[in-house]
């Protein structure tokens, strides 16, 4: 068993515009590295049998409605801007696309004991974690809310393994499925 989540991978042009939008900004807190950006679909915890997630979902490329275009944007924080625990970036482009994504792949998964979150999914590429709640106003003010990097199809999830270093988490991909042809969003 393997602690592990479903993501969509982001292109390298997309991953280069949004290094170029956060290295001219001092980020507080644990920030996240290019390796470990991404957009979280689900959270699978610490006993995921990645095989069975993989196989599970198998076949999402059949569901209607899945694909579509993404593209990132506007900066914002969890739970809010002055008690911030997560720094973020969010989707300018592609928020329905990839919430009916992460639905299906909560469905399909649920019969492997893996259940969604119960809290409403926000899709988002992590910046910054905060051990206390930190005032990022300012922060998200530099950030903006413009669109960074060009928008993408999306035409896969991941399956990551999440290790655990000293220095921060290392994500291996361990599969990834196709969602197929890309419709418009």
Same mark, same amino acid.
């Given at each position: 068993m393997t602690r592990a989540f479903v993501a969509v991978r982001l292109p390298e042009p997309v991953l280069d515009a949004i290094a170029g939008c956060v290295d001219h900004v001092t980020v507080s807190g644990r920030a996240t590295?290019?390796?470990?950006?991404?957009?979280?679909?689900?959270?699978?915890?610490? +006993?995921?049998? =990645?095989a069975a997630v993989a196989g599970a979902l198998g076949g999402l490329e059949a569901i209607c409605g899945l694909g579509g275009r993404a593209q990132i944007g506007g900066a914002g924080a969890f739970p809010d801007e002055r008690r911030a625990r997560v720094l973020w970036l *969010?989707?300018?482009? *592609?928020?329905?696309?990839?919430?009916r994504l992460a639905a299906a792949v909560a469905t399909r998964l #649920?019969?492997? *004991?893996?259940?969604?979150? @119960? /809290? @409403?999914?926000? %899709?988002?590429?992590?910046?910054?974690?905060? /051990?206390? %709640?930190t005032d990022v106003h +300012?922060?998200?003010? =530099?950030? *903006? /809310?413009?669109?960074?990097? %060009?928008?993408? +199809?999306l035409d896969a999830v991941t399956v990551y393994e999440s290790r655990r270093r000293p220095d921060g988490a290392e994500?291996?991909? /361990? #599969?990834?499925? %196709?969602?197929?042809t890309a419709l418009p969003t």
């Open positions: 590295t290019r390796e470990q950006w991404h957009l979280t679909v689900q959270f699978l915890g610490d +006993d995921a049998d =990645v *969010g989707l300018a482009e *592609g928020t329905a696309v990839v919430t #649920a019969p492997l *004991g893996h259940a969604a979150d @119960p /809290r @409403p999914y926000r %899709p988002h590429l992590t910046l910054a974690r905060y /051990r206390a %709640p +300012d922060l998200v003010g =530099v950030l *903006g /809310r413009e669109r960074v990097g %060009p928008a993408w +199809d994500y291996v991909a /361990r #599969a990834t499925i %196709p969602l197929g």
